[in-house]
């Protein structure tokens, strides 16, 4: 069983920055992809960014030049570099992991961390 762990959340005014962790119980060099969630309140959780082991990245498009996924394979973590925050981007955000084991595909999730950006 992976283990997840978020870090980082907080409250910021807007423009304001701050970098989420997610740190794996696991070495994650294996992963396929790892990513992040958000989910608002009333709303369905919707893809933020996503890395692949060989380091392609993927964006929302509402979040496409301020906020910036990276992999540290060495600490077995996923950093989300968040820019230029806005109110539209409160949430809580998950942390999700990818990978084949045992034959079978599996996913993984952390258990969450809020952002909130005050306007």
């Known amino acids: 069983q992976v283990q997840l762990v978020e870090s980082g959340g907080g409250l910021v005014q807007a423009g304001g920055s701050l970098r989420l962790s997610c740190v794996a119980s696991?070495?994650?060099?294996?992963?396929?992809?790892m990513g992040w969630y958000r989910q608002a309140p009333g709303k369905e959780r919707e893809l933020v960014a996503s890395i692949t082991s060989g380091g392609s990245t993927n964006y929302a498009d509402s979040v496409k030049g301020r906020f910036t996924i990276s992999r540290d394979n060495a600490k077995n973590t996923v950093y989300l570099q968040m820019n230029s925050l806005k109110p539209e981007d409160t949430a809580v955000y998950y942390c999700?992991?990818?990978?084949?084991?045992?034959?079978?595909?599996?996913?993984?999730w952390g258990q969450g961390t809020q952002v909130t950006v005050s306007s």
């Open positions: 999700n992991a990818d990978l084949w084991r045992l034959g079978k595909y599996r996913i993984y």
């Open positions: 696991e070495s994650i060099f294996s992963f396929n992809n």
